[in-house]
């Protein structure tokens, strides 16, 4: 069964500080890879997709992320955190043949404190 | 607005009753998933339909749930004898097809008491 495993649950920054969250996914087929944000009180808003081409994702407010296909990771990185990218955090995977029928990981909260 | 739009933001009904769940899809989106998310974890797929029908409803824990999209556009999730353990955050996207970019409404928390 497929299922996304997100090592970091809780996770405290102070402003400017790097950051890597981890994701970790079991898939046996080609896979479509995400990285969702929630920030408080809005709805869950796509930060940045791997389909296929540069494992290497860029998304939007400066975040990336790594497909590693040999150890079934895609992590999320940041150079320098704001206190605005205090939010939660879901690493997402669907089959790349049935869409957005996505498997979720359980999370991440960010806080950054100024 | 041209978001996803779920109503009601907020329901609250007693163990064993009936609820029914909207969704607006964004106009033109074909697609349309439902997802259900329990505290402490990640959303948890239900149901996706292409257009009118239900292409994969793999996701729906038992025959209490059930979902329809009559005319491909809005789309109402339906939960009969509801129990405690049905208290979640329903969520409900949409996209233009099945591989491009998936908008989320803001979710209706269901608690049954």
């Known amino acids: 069964a497929q299922s996304v495993s997100q090592h970091n649950h809780h996770v405290i920054l102070s402003e400017a500080a790097s950051l890597e969250l981890g994701c970790n996914y079991s898939y046996g087929g080609t896979v479509n890879l995400f990285w969702y944000v929630q920030y408080p009180g809005q709805h869950l808003q796509l930060l940045l997709k791997y389909f296929s081409g540069d494992p290497l994702v860029k998304g939007i407010k400066g975040f990336e992320a790594e497909f590693i296909k040999s150890k079934f990771s895609f992590n999320l990185r940041k150079p320098s955190v704001q206190w605005s990218d205090t939010a939660e955090y879901f690493c997402a995977v669907a089959s790349a043949n049935t869409g957005n029928q996505f498997y979720f990981g359980t999370g991440t909260s960010l806080t950054v404190i100024p | 607005g041209a978001g996803v739009s779920q109503t009601p933001s907020n329901k609250v009904t007693e163990k064993g009753k009936y609820v029914e769940l909207r969704c607006d899809p964004i106009s033109g989106h074909t697609a349309l998933y439902w997802y259900r998310q329990s505290l402490g974890q990640g959303p948890e797929f239900l149901i996706y339909f292409q257009g009118t029908g239900a292409a994969d409803d793999s996701g729906l824990p038992n025959d209490r749930f059930f979902a329809v999209r009559p005319e491909g556009s809005v789309s109402t999730l339906k939960i009969q004898r509801t129990e405690r353990g049905d208290s979640a955050v329903y969520l409900c996207?949409?996209?233009?097809?099945?591989?491009?970019?998936?908008?989320f409404g803001q979710g209706t928390r269901l608690t049954v008491v």
């Open positions: 996207a949409s996209s233009l097809n099945s591989h491009t970019e998936a908008f």
